[in-house]
């Protein structure tokens, strides 16, 4: 199992140009619409090259994303599930 590491939370405007590819493919895949002052958060999944997109909207709590997460063979550490708390 990967281990999913919190690089930022991002509001749509204010996201790194280097993210908004991944940003764009989740959102279709999620058949979502991204509104500028959308909670995005970024996680890094280490030992690869990939990132996993989250829209912090489509959550109730960090529960759900653990659920995601599992469904890619990857888990948030501790210190990103306390700050990913702290928006939901």
């Known amino acids: 199992m990967f281990v999913a590491t919190l690089a ?11 993210y908004g590819p ?18 995005i958060a970024i996680l890094d999944i280490t030992g690869t090259e990939s990132v996993y997109v989250l829209f912090l909207d489509l959550y109730k709590n ?6 995601e997460l599992k469904v890619a063979d990857a888990k948030l550490n501790h210190r990103s599930k306390q700050v990913l708390e702290g928006y939901l």
Do not use: C, H, R, W
Not at 10 to 18: A, C, G, N, T, V
Not at 25 to 39: C, H, R, V, W
């Open 62 to 67: 960090v529960k759900e994303i653990d659920e």
């Open 8 to 18: 930022g939370v991002f509001k749509y405007m204010e996201l790194p140009e280097k």
């Open 22 to 39: 991944f940003v764009q493919y989740k959102a279709s895949i999620d058949d979502k619409t991204i509104n500028e002052n959308d909670d």
